[in-house]
Structures are given as C-alpha cells and as structure tokens.
C-alpha cells in the first residue's frame, strides 16, 4: 500500500493545519496507522497512533492539541493539529502497518511561525 502525505503548509503560532494521508489500498485492515515527524538534525520521532481498535497514542508534545483519525470508506487518514508551536514544524510522515509490512508516505512540511 502506497501512502501519499498532503495538507502540509506555513502556518503562525497558535494556528491550525489538517493533514492528510490517502492510502491506495485498505487502511481497514492494516494494524497500525500514525503520523511521525523530522525536525532538521533531529531523528524521526512518533507523533500519534491509531490502532486497529481505535485506541490511540500520542506524543506527550501533542497530546490534547493534534487528534489522529481515519476515514476507512475514503482510505485517508487524518491529523487535526491545533495550537500550533514553533516547535511543531517538521516534516511529517504518514505510516501504516498491515501484517508486519510497514509503508512510509512521502513527507510533508509544516512551518510554524513565531
């Protein structure tokens, strides 16, 4: 399954983005699905999960401000990501895992002005 990351943009401080994953299969079967990030010289971190049950995990940075979810019926996943911070911009990986077979998207950027 291909992923293709999207919704990415330049955004101020305390402001809003929703980005967007499109899958070109089924994101109903895969176990696992998130959202990760790379600042510059940093390692990739993980951001939010979202698990085949619907239960979810977040970076303790994120958590109560970026809401991970999916669309099975469109096979996107999403991000809302609320109260932006300087320290937010990175760019950001979709990720998905069906049966141990990992796929990464193609990145998008997020800058977040001061």
């Known amino acids: 399954v291909q992923l293709q990351a999207s919704g990415g943009g330049l955004v101020q401080a305390g402001g809003s983005l929703r980005l967007s994953c499109a899958a070109s299969?089924?994101?109903?079967?895969?176990?696992?699905m998130g959202w990760y990030r790379q600042a510059p010289g940093d390692k990739r971190e993980l951001v939010a999960h979202?698990?085949?049950?619907?239960?979810?995990n977040y970076a303790d940075s994120v958590k109560g401000r970026f809401t991970i979810s999916r669309d099975n019926a469109k096979n996107a996943l999403y991000m809302q990501m609320n109260s932006l911070k300087p320290e937010d911009a990175a760019v950001y990986y979709c990720?998905?895992?069906?049966?141990?077979?990992?796929?990464w998207g193609k990145g998008t950027q997020v800058t977040v002005s001061s």
């Open positions: 990720y998905g895992s069906w049966y141990g077979m990992a796929s």
């Open positions: 299969g089924s994101i109903f079967s895969a176990n696992v």
């Open positions: 979202l698990f085949k049950n619907g239960n979810t």
